[in-house]
């Protein structure tokens, strides 16, 4: 009889458990910063206007997002915010919320391997449907404390495609006369490279969702950094009393991720020759 009952027990246990998970959902907020590295080249331009780019590239890669996730979905946007105290709605230079990798609503599939991306390039919207991208994670058995939970660090390379703002900006005339050592990256439209990402998770929040495109590690990712950018999470709410939402993109022309990068290149071609007739038309202009 003893014997039968912690059977019933075991099983009501277990039932709970799996009932817990499939219910199991959360909303994580995330700050997003990107360091601001533009190489001006040879151009002469004055420090104010230098200071006033800088600026505005360091507001457009300082950005806060939401994670809204369960067991095996989950969806990532950017908060929208008010347009920042100076800022020029309309005025000209060049719009570089445009060449940003967070793109739009990202759209994360763990248990089909799948996510989904509406994006916006140039006025017309797009929606990448491809394959997550699985990273080799080294898991460590460092830890440290991020928020209330304990997070342990993993690793992995990963090959990163970011688009060449020495290329979309640069000068025909730019550089030195026979200096062909980087001319090649100089006129690509993107760069690769292939960096290491650290990341932080705790296995205290028991899904392995993460930010941006970033998942596959036994818990959530509370941190992740590359090269260049970091993003860390600041707030979380679990199972919250409104229940959380995940609706995957359906808007826009279809495409893989590799169609969309090379449309991405060709417009990205197109905007560097407009940029370079322009400014040699301004030059003629005034001789």
């Known amino acids: 009889m003893m014997k039968y009952t912690w059977s019933i027990a075991m099983v009501l246990v277990f039932f709970c458990a799996s009932s817990y998970a499939q219910?199991?959902?959360?909303?994580?907020?995330?700050?997003?910063?990107?360091?601001?590295?533009?190489?001006?080249g040879n151009r002469k331009i004055p420090e104010d206007r230098k200071k006033e780019i800088l600026e505005r590239m360091k507001r457009a890669n300082e950005k806060t997002y939401e994670l809204n996730?369960?067991?095996?979905?989950?969806?990532?946007?950017?908060?929208?915010?008010?347009?920042?105290?100076?800022?020029?709605?309309?005025?000209?230079?060049p719009r570089f919320g445009a060449f940003s990798n967070s793109g739009g609503d990202l759209y994360k599939n763990i248990k089909e391997e799948r996510y989904?991306?509406?994006?916006?390039?140039?006025?017309?919207?797009?929606l990448i449907d491809d394959t997550l991208e699985k990273l080799d994670w080294k898991l460590g058995s460092e830890t440290k404390q991020i928020g209330n939970y304990t997070a342990f660090k993993a690793t992995a390379l990963k090959t990163i495609k970011r688009p060449n703002m020495r290329a979309i900006f640069?000068?025909?005339?730019?550089?030195?006369?026979?200096?062909?050592?980087?001319?090649?990256?100089?006129?690509?439209?993107?760069?690769?490279?292939?960096?290491?990402?650290?990341?932080?998770?705790?296995?205290e929040i028991p899904v392995n969702q993460g930010p941006s495109s970033y998942w596959g590690l036994p818990g959530l990712i509370l941190a992740v950094s590359d090269d260049i950018t970091t993003i860390v999470c600041s707030q979380i709410t679990l199972n919250p009393s409104e229940k959380v939402t995940i609706k995957a993109p359906t808007k826009g022309k279809k495409v893989t991720q590799e169609e969309y990068d090379e449309i991405s290149k060709k417009k990205m071609k197109e905007m560097r020759e407009n940029f370079r007739n322009r400014r040699g038309g301004g030059r003629n202009g005034r001789s």
């Open 170 to 203: 640069r000068r025909p005339n730019d550089g030195k006369e026979g200096d062909k050592k980087d001319e090649g990256e100089k006129n690509e439209e993107f760069v690769e490279k292939e960096v290491e990402i650290v990341a932080w998770y705790t296995p």
């Open 69 to 93: 996730f369960n067991q095996t979905e989950s969806i990532y946007k950017e908060e929208e915010q008010l347009e920042q105290p100076g800022g020029r709605e309309g005025g000209r230079g």
């Open 116 to 126: 989904l991306v509406k994006n916006d390039l140039f006025g017309k919207i797009f």
């Open 23 to 40: 219910d199991f959902q959360g909303k994580a907020t995330y700050l997003s910063k990107t360091q601001v590295n533009m190489d001006f």
